[in-house]
């Protein structure tokens, strides 16, 4: 993809999908991006993104994390959480094009992007809110997908109490934005999966404060 092309995109891909949540404003493109060039971003990503698989430690015990990660961002940009901290990556050539149309389209400016690389059904994150304080107050997360369809499970904070849920399958090429103040009251996960499911990438695009 070039940045031409990448411009192209916006005036044709523009299906919007909302959701009638309590406290969350989420929209959702199942196709931002075609299948052809969501496949051929998957490869490109896979091959050429310097990938690390972090130790995390829960009730004491320390485990791999069930995917690969990559943080790339703007110089002094780091990311924390669960213990760990990540430091930017430079931007490549292929990051930066896509966020410059995810810019363009969300009229959002990011200046860092976590990629998980869920390798198989078997990678997986658990429950988490993306309220690091270093996102800000109402972050905007702008989370595109490449590969194999997953789950996407959301789940209120009250959700005892006021039974809140939902779920949204996120597809080859998609692109689901989080705004407003649904980090404070959302949490979300990707499930692991029994079934036969090839390899997926996920950016998450963010504005470190």
């Given at each position: 993809?070039?940045?031409?092309?990448?411009?192209?995109?916006?005036?044709?891909?523009?299906?919007?999908?909302?959701?009638?949540?309590?406290?969350?404003?989420?929209?959702?493109?199942?196709?931002?991006?075609?299948?052809?060039?969501?496949?051929?971003?998957?490869?490109?990503?896979?091959?050429?993104?310097?990938?690390?698989?972090?130790?995390?430690?829960?009730?004491?015990?320390?485990?791999?994390?069930?995917?690969?990660?990559?943080?790339?961002?703007?110089?002094?940009?780091?990311?924390?959480?669960?213990?760990?901290?990540?430091?930017?990556?430079?931007?490549?050539?292929?990051?930066?094009?896509?966020?410059?149309?995810?810019?363009?389209?969300?009229?959002?400016?990011?200046?860092?992007?976590?990629?998980?690389?869920?390798?198989?059904?078997?990678?997986?994150?658990?429950?988490?809110?993306?309220?690091?304080?270093?996102?800000?107050?109402?972050?905007?997360?702008?989370?595109?997908?490449?590969?194999?369809?997953?789950?996407?499970?959301?789940?209120?904070?009250?959700?005892?109490?006021?039974g809140h849920k939902a779920e949204i399958k996120l597809e080859n090429g998609s692109?689901?934005?989080?705004?407003?103040?649904?980090?404070?009251?959302?949490?979300?996960?990707?499930?692991?999966?029994?079934?036969?499911?090839?390899?997926?990438?996920?950016?998450?695009?963010?504005?470190?404060?």
């Amino acid at each position: 993809m070039n940045s031409q092309n990448a411009g192209k995109r916006e005036l044709f891909q523009n299906k919007l999908i909302t959701y009638d949540l309590p406290d969350a404003k989420i929209e959702y493109y199942p196709d931002f991006f075609s299948h052809a060039t969501s496949d051929q971003m998957l490869r490109n990503l896979i091959q050429n993104i310097k990938w690390r698989q972090n130790t995390i430690q829960f009730y004491g015990k320390r485990s791999l994390v069930p995917r690969l990660e990559a943080w790339y961002g703007d110089e002094g940009k780091s990311y924390s959480y669960s213990g760990i901290k990540m430091n930017p990556q430079p931007w490549n050539e292929l990051l930066l094009e896509i966020k410059l149309v995810l810019e363009a389209f969300s009229k959002t400016p990011f200046n860092s992007v976590l990629i998980n690389y869920y390798r198989n059904g078997k990678d997986r994150v658990a429950w988490h809110s993306d309220d690091e304080k270093e996102l800000g107050r109402n972050p905007v997360i702008g989370s595109i997908s490449f590969g194999a369809e997953r789950r996407f499970k959301l789940r209120h904070r009250k959700y005892k109490k006021n039974g809140h849920k939902a779920e949204i399958k996120l597809e080859n090429g998609s692109l689901l934005l989080m705004k407003g103040e649904t980090q404070h009251h959302w949490m979300h996960e990707i499930p692991r999966s029994s079934l036969p499911i090839g390899p997926r990438v996920n950016l998450t695009f963010r504005c470190i404060r």
